[in-house]
């Protein structure tokens, strides 16, 4: 994925098989697993990141960090607000 804010890349594989995710932080060297609507783990971090979904809107609370954040999805764009830091990013997946 891109993000345009800070004007760089990140490699991130996901795989999500019914509700079961599968990902894989290149950066961090690190897998990120759980299930959606739910926890998800980042091995990485050593920290949960809780994630729901609705239609094309998804809000959470990132353990690590202490922060509540929501990501809008629009075709291979995303939107993403960090609560903690009152920032917005911008992410086009390919």
Known sequence: MHDFTANSS?????KVNDNKVDAYD???S???????PGDLYH????THIEMKISNNKVEGFHYGSSDFYEAT???T????YDFGT???YFYEVS
């Open 77 to 80: 764009s995303v939107e993403f």
């Open 26 to 28: 290149y950066a961090a």
């Open 43 to 46: 091995y990485g971090e050593n």
């Open 73 to 75: 999805v629009s075709g």
């Open 86 to 88: 009152s920032n917005f």
């Open 30 to 36: 690190a897998s990120i697993d759980g299930s959606v």
């Open 10 to 14: 990140r490699h991130v594989t996901i």
